[in-house]
Nanobody, 122 residues
């Protein structure tokens, strides 16, 4: 099993930046991909970015490309999401997830963190 824990959420004004972290523990050797998702009230869970653990291949949703950067520190089992130029529409609960393939579908990820709230004010 893999346990994930997000941190770094909070409140920020529009145009600001925030850096989220995802700490992975447990049997992480079998993890192939880690993704970041977000979910706002009344909306479906939205894919943001994913990274392949070995090699560091990354993939981004068009909505965040150029503003968000996903990275990982394999030695520390940490994944990060650097978010710049934040907008009010970025307000949501942000989740990290681990799975066996790089995919945009949340149903393909087996392990999830509890989420961290990001609030962007105008």
């Amino acid at each position: 099993q893999v346990q994930l824990e997000e941190a770094g959420g909070g409140s920020v004004q529009a145009g600001g930046s925030l850096r989220l972290s995802c700490a992975a523990s447990g049997r992480t050797s079998s993890t192939y991909a880690v993704g970041w998702f977000r979910q706002a009230p009344g909306k479906e869970r939205e894919f943001l970015a994913a990274i392949r653990w070995r090699g560091g291949y990354t993939y981004y949703a068009d909505s965040v490309k150029g503003r968000f950067t996903i990275s990982r520190d394999a030695a520390e089992n940490m994944v990060y999401l650097q978010m710049n130029t934040l907008k009010p529409e970025d307000t949501a609960i942000y989740y990290c997830a681990a799975g066996g393939i790089v995919t945009t579908d949340p149903n393909d990820y087996q392990y999830w963190g509890q989420g961290t709230q990001v609030t962007v004010s105008s």
